[in-house]
């Protein structure tokens, strides 16, 4: 009779069935991220080394107020940007049809005596309009996005010059001027801190912590790899770190600015939206593989034209804020922001194929174009340097995405 033996080697269990390490892990979760961290690095190196080179001016309460209003429609507009490329489209019309909604709410406002709110509706329904006009034309009659968009940037320059007659038209009147000028109110008793501002960094810090709490307790319900318990910490720490200090940045100073609150709900809402509902995953379907998905079940055509009259609809009120903020209707208004816009989105990490990108990476790509306008104007920099820096940041963050798409297809 024979028996057979085994041997330590062949009881032992295969690379299959053992447990990934901390290094695989943390490896395997950076690379999933690897454009976001990245640029979320990159903006705090950006943020360092301005604040050393302005001697502290960078950071200081009143320049980050400051930093935030001036950026805020470029903001804006990422962020619509960022889901009309993730559905494999592009959006030249942006800048124009901000010059143009600025001219229309500078006539009802100013020539006509109409009250900032009605005025402000009816400028968004002009924006939702302009992109379902647009949309229509790109989703069911199947005419490029580039091209459809090129004669929307046209036309809409050309509108505003017809409803303006070639002139500025000003000044709002102060209700509307507070949308991209204005802070929210102090109330409560007196401290050395604005206290509202205080309150909703507390709610900001709650729900951020919130959130990464429930998705480690789902990644764990799902058996999915989690960082380990310390590295899991170490980012809440972090997370709560940035919270405090810029709650009490902006609290030294007037609190919250108002278009600061509009863009937090618009971060939420749209983020909320492509990760959660079914509309935000048809889009991202759609930009990875268009055949797939209509082969799946997802109306092309109806998400696409969405996606265009939510980035008209974010266009006008990204119109209104920066009208607001010049407090005049100028004919010349919203130059190159498509450029600015499209620039922010490809920098936070959307892809020239679609499918891919978030819209807190468009927030975090406007933050890294506006922080080096910013600090570069304050040490001196020239706008012709300007222009030859943002356009190399571009390059290598377009560069990093192919080298990096290169590298996970080998």
Same mark, same amino acid.
């Given at each position: ?353 679609? %499918?891919? /990108? @978030?819209?807190?990476?468009? #927030? &975090?790509? *406007? $933050? +890294? =174009? ?9 040490? %001196?920099? /020239? @706008?012709?340097?300007?222009? #030859? &820096?943002? *356009? $190399? +940041? =571009? ?16």
């Amino acid at each position: 009779m024979t028996t057979t033996t085994t041997s330590p080697k062949d009881a032992a269990p295969g690379p299959s069935s053992a447990q990934p390490s901390t290094r695989e892990v943390l490896l395997r979760g950076l690379r999933g991220n690897m454009r976001q961290y990245g640029m979320l690095i990159a903006l705090a190196f950006i943020v360092v080394l301005f604040q050393v080179w302005t001697d502290g001016t960078l950071l200081l309460p009143n320049n980050v107020s400051n930093l935030i209003q001036q950026n805020s429609y470029i903001l804006i507009l990422a962020m619509g940007m960022m889901i009309v490329i993730i559905a494999g489209h592009i959006d030249l019309s942006v800048g124009s049809l901000v010059a143009f909604v600025g001219a229309l709410s500078a006539v009802m406002m100013v020539k006509h005596d109409m009250p900032w709110v009605p005025a402000l509706i009816l400028s968004l329904l002009v924006g939702a309009l302009a992109g379902a006009w647009q949309g229509y034309f790109i989703a069911y009659l199947g005419i490029p996005s580039f091209i459809v968009t090129l004669a929307g940037m046209l036309l809409f320059r050309g509108l505003t010059q017809i409803v303006l007659e070639g002139q500025s038209i000003a000044p709002f009147p102060e209700g509307f001027q507070n949308l991209a000028k204005g802070f929210i109110p102090e109330m409560g008793p007196y401290t050395q801190y604005h206290n509202p501002t205080l309150f909703l960094g507390l709610v900001a810090l709650v729900f951020l912590l919130l959130r990464e709490w429930r998705d480690r307790r789902r990644q764990l319900a799902y058996e999915l790899d989690v960082v380990p318990a310390g590295v899991w910490a170490l980012k809440c720490v972090a997370i709560t770190a940035a919270v405090v200090a810029s709650t009490l940045t902006l609290a030294s100073f007037h609190g919250v600015p108002v278009v600061m609150l509009i863009m937090c709900a618009l971060l939420i809402g749209l983020g909320y939206v492509m990760r959660n509902a079914v509309v935000g995953r048809h889009v991202y379907a759609l930009g990875g593989n268009k055949a797939a998905a209509k082969l799946s079940g997802v109306k092309d055509k109806r998400v696409t034209f969405l996606v265009f009259v939510n980035m008209g609809v974010l266009a006008a009120l990204a119109g209104c804020v920066y009208a607001a903020r010049l407090n005049a209707g100028t004919p010349q208004a919203g130059l190159n922001f498509e450029l600015e816009a499209i620039a922010a989105a490809f920098i936070g990490g959307a892809s020239m194929s679609g %499918g891919v /990108g @978030t819209v807190m990476g468009a #927030v &975090i790509g *406007g $933050l +890294v =174009l506006g922080v080096l306008n910013n600090g570069m104007s304050l040490v %001196g920099i /020239g @706008t012709d340097y300007q222009q #030859v &820096i943002k *356009g $190399l +940041v =571009l390059l290598a963050a377009v560069g990093f995405d192919v080298w990096n798409k290169r590298k996970a297809g080998k």
